[in-house]
């Protein structure tokens, strides 16, 4: 004799939140001279490419749109990496 399972009854899944609206990332460059955004990396030893990135919100290419124009006013230094990689550091 082979035992036969009775079929379970099926629930409608309820949601519980509204659908999260997905996060868009920043497609302008951030402003050089706003003191949060400055503020935001003081903390940091070192500066890449992918953590301005996910610090501030932004592309990747703006990242380093942005790490190239504090370079140019001086307000970082580069200090190595290769081809794909450019490590700064944030001076004064």
């Given at each position: 004799m082979t035992k036969t399972k009775a079929p379970k009854e099926q629930k409608p899944k309820e949601?519980?939140?509204?659908?999260?609206?997905?996060?868009?990332?920043?497609?302008?460059?951030?402003?050089?001279?706003?003191?949060?955004?400055?503020?935001?990396?003081?903390?940091?030893?070192?500066?890449?490419?992918?953590?301005?990135?996910?610090?501030?919100?932004?592309?990747?290419?703006l990242a380093k749109d942005f790490l190239n124009e504090l370079e140019k006013r001086k307000m970082v230094e580069y200090v190595s990496g290769g081809k794909n990689l450019k490590i700064y550091k944030l001076l004064g």
């Open positions: 949601k519980t939140d509204a659908p999260q609206a997905k996060k868009s990332l920043g497609l302008t460059m951030p402003d050089i001279n706003n003191k949060k955004v400055m503020g935001e990396l003081k903390g940091l030893k070192v500066l890449t490419p992918s953590v301005v990135a996910s610090r501030l919100n932004v592309r990747l290419s």
